[in-house]
Every structure is written in structure tokens, then in C-alpha cells.
């Protein structure tokens, strides 16, 4: 939990670091030790300046997707693998948070996790997530241009394995 900028940067206690620096730290050629276990960043920080003023929705359309799975034994593995980036906000726009009860995608991160964490798969867990932010928050502000804004997290999965937390 942080500040941020569009520019993937995020605040630390004495200057701004590149996301990308902090995730490179976990790379397999510097930590071998995590090849093949998840490494999971959850980011509460802006992304940019923008405010999302969401749109009027009149009728909503269902798309049906199905899952394929195929077993693969890779002789290497890819660099990126078995990381997640949970962003509260799409590159470029403002990430809102209550001063009261606190970040909009943390406060739901939280209340997810708590309910249904031992019972779904994480990227299962990250839709409910993205769901209850885009749905279930707007901003609530004095200011006309900053009122009835709305926002939705970013999942950036390079998962190669489900993920179930258990109790």
C-alpha cells in the first residue's frame, strides 16, 4: 500500500522504485529457491491521474467459455512463470480508497479472502474481487469532477498452477 505512478512506479519510505525492480529480485536466475512456487504481489497504489467514470449499462450480454486444459512437461521454465500482479486499478488511472475504512481493493481483497479463501481457487477469488470493486464502489466526494467515479483492479497472471489456500 502505497503511492504510485503511470509509469509502474511506487513509492518507498525514501524514493519511488520501479515494480519491475521488486519482481526481477524473484527471478529464478536471483532466487532459484522459488522456481515453481507462486510469487504473489498484491499493489494498492494509483496507476495514473485518470478517473473512471464508468458508463450506464442498458442490456448485458453472457459469454460462455470453456477451460482447456493440456499437460505440458517443460524441460525449462519460463522466466515470468508462477508470478500474479494484483493492481487495484488498470494502468493510468487513479485508485480510490475511503478515509475512512480504507483502499476500495484492499478492504475487498480482505472481505473475499476472509469468506471464501480455503474454499476457491485464487484467480477464482481475484474475479470476486475485481467484481466487487467494479459493483459494489463509486466514489462519494464533494467535487463534481471527482464524484461517482468508479474503479476495477488489474489481475496480471502468469500462474502456472491453481492455487488453494487452506485453513
Partial sequence: MTHGED???????????KLDTLVEMLLPERCPSLIGKPKLFFIQACRGTKFDSGV????????????????????KVPV???????YSTVPGFYSWRNS???????????HI???HGDQHELQ???????????????SDT??????GMKQVPSIVSMLTKQLYFYK
Fill in 7 to 17: 509509469d509502474n512506479q511506487i513509492y518507498g519510505t525514501d524514493d519511488k522504485v
Fill in 113 to 115: 479472502l476472509e469468506r
Fill in 56 to 75: 450506464d449499462v442498458l442490456g448485458g450480454a453472457s459469454v460462455d467459455a470453456r477451460d482447456i486444459y493440456k499437460k505440458v512437461t517443460p524441460h
Fill in 100 to 110: 475512512t475504512i480504507g483502499s476500495w481493493f484492499i478492504q475487498s481483497l480482505a
Fill in 124 to 138: 477464482h477469488l481475484m474475479l470476486s474481487v475485481n467484481r466487487k470493486v467494479a459493483y459494489e464502489y463509486e
Fill in 80 to 86: 515470468g512463470a508462477d508470478f500474479l500482479l494484483a
Fill in 142 to 147: 464533494r467535487e463534481p469532477e471527482t464524484n
